[in-house]
């Protein structure tokens, strides 16, 4: 009899990770039993191969530049389990040719800002003078007169806009962050971090699991990271 029920328990768990596997992604994470099982699987694989940066609880490292998943806002994509599973399966900057690398931020105070396109230098005044303009949009700016430059040279400087958006909105599909609110990924925001990214350029990078995790698994994890964002609240239900 014990050999019976733990054969038809193994025969429920089989079945049950089939049924998260086969569902469409986002589903999974509205329907309770789907959630549950994929959560329960996909919680200690994130343990082992992604809390090392992102930490226990998903709450990132602003000093190395590793997204936060718990704070409702998206680096790449909308936060959607099929976006996180493809990221997790390509990486971003992982030398994978299906991963995200279409851009990163240059590194303005260098002889040579960017390898993809060639883009000219600026000057340690001209960086302030941006700095400036990206402190005011949370009105924080110390020199409007500098801001007012700034904002110039943030639209007629493509290296700027073409990723950003010509008002800071930013650009998901190329991993651009919004300029214009309060969340930062690399530091807090204060002036000192701006100017920092602007001098030094920023190019993080996230792993390609998709030749260490098998489909069961970037399933289970996705799920599990995108449970963590507070607007994912668990689903009611029947159990």
Known sequence: MVLLAVFGFEVMRVQGQAAVLRSDPEAVLTTPALRRTAVARG??????YCSSCHGAEGKGDHGGGVPDFSDGTHLYGQGRVAEIEEIARHGIRADDKQGFDLASMPAFGTAHP???????????????????????????????????RGGALYRDYGGCYDCHGYNGEGDDAIGAPAL??????????????????????????SPAFGRVLNADQL?????????????????????
């Open 114 to 148: 960017y390898k993809a396109e060639p883009l000219p230098s600026l000057t340690p005044g001209q960086m302030e003078d941006i700095t400036q303009y990206l402190l005011a949009f949370t009105g924080r700016a110390t020199r409007p007169d500098a801001a007012q």
């Open 180 to 205: 214009t609110d309060e969340v930062w990924l690399y530091g807090h925001g204060s002036h000192d971090d701006i100017y920092r990214t602007l001098e030094h350029g920023r190019a993080g990078m």
């Open 43 to 48: 919680g200690p694989v994130y343990q082992r």
């Open 219 to 239: 399933r289970d994890v996705a799920v599990y990271v995108a449970s963590l964002e507070p607007s994912n609240a668990k689903p009611a239900g029947p159990r």
